[in-house]
């Protein structure tokens, strides 16, 4: 495996249901982040991690909780989720946390979530 | 605050023709970097094309060129000799140092791009 990987790609979920996403990355980064992408809106971040500590979280809600226990690895654990929280949940990483203006971040495939 | 204002909902372009994906920004901050990804219908952003703001050079890679005009806060993309598998969504992003001492990435919302025969 090559780059940044997720899964699942897709997900059908109940709102009383609990599930997680997994993201890895096979780049030697140190920085990991999750975004939602929603129709017709840019990109929202909703987690950072650089060096398994949270550095960001943009006012989340609850209801999704991140985990990073090694620095390859991100999960995001879903519960009671809503039908708006329907979107394509991507991951990336990026060398690290960012010190210069260029900190090219690497994307995975996305999961594309439905909140029945 | 940051922004990046994307206004082409979708574009249309012949195969071999040239197109320019509009992307202008808003920031009060003197170092920051611009950066355009490409995401296919798979889902997956892929990163085309960095421009920083001290670089006096318009950025190249390959058929995408970066139109970086800084006074008018405006970052356009080029792509020369368009191919079919350039059909694609492309996001102009930029990236900041916020308060929190890293550097974040904030996206327009993005040009549906397709390439006819």
């Known amino acids: 495996e090559t780059g940044v990987t997720q899964t699942p790609r897709h997900l059908v979920m109940g709102m009383t249901n609990k599930k997680s996403l997994k993201c890895e990355q096979h780049l030697g980064h140190n920085a990991m982040y999750w975004y939602k992408q929603s129709a017709k809106k840019p990109l929202e971040l909703m987690f950072v991690y650089s060096l398994e500590e949270r550095v960001e979280n943009n006012s989340v809600p609850s209801r999704f909780s991140p985990e990073c226990p090694n620095s390859s690895h991100l999960f995001l654990h879903l519960h009671t989720l809503q039908p708006e929280d329907s979107a394509l949940y991507l991951c990336a990483s990026s060398q690290d946390r960012g010190f210069s203006s260029y900190n090219e971040q690497f994307f995975g495939p996305g999961t594309r979530l439905t909140v029945l | 605050a940051q922004k990046i204002t994307q206004t082409q909902p979708g574009m249309f372009v012949q195969e071999k023709e040239a197109v320019t994906l509009d992307c202008t920004y808003d920031?009060?901050?003197?170092?920051?970097?611009l950066f355009w990804y490409k995401q296919p219908s798979s889902g997956e952003m892929i990163f085309l094309i960095y421009?920083?703001?001290?670089?006096?050079q318009n950025a190249t890679e390959g058929r995408y060129s970066l139109n970086f005009q800084k006074a008018r806060k405006s970052a356009n993309l080029v792509i020369s000799a368009s191919q079919l598998g350039d059909s694609a969504m492309y996001f102009c992003a930029m990236s900041f140092l916020e308060n929190t001492g890293f550097q974040k990435l904030v996206f327009g919302t993005g040009t549906r791009l397709l390439v006819s025969p």
């Open positions: 920031t009060s901050d003197q170092s920051y970097g």
């Open positions: 421009q920083g703001s001290y670089d006096e």
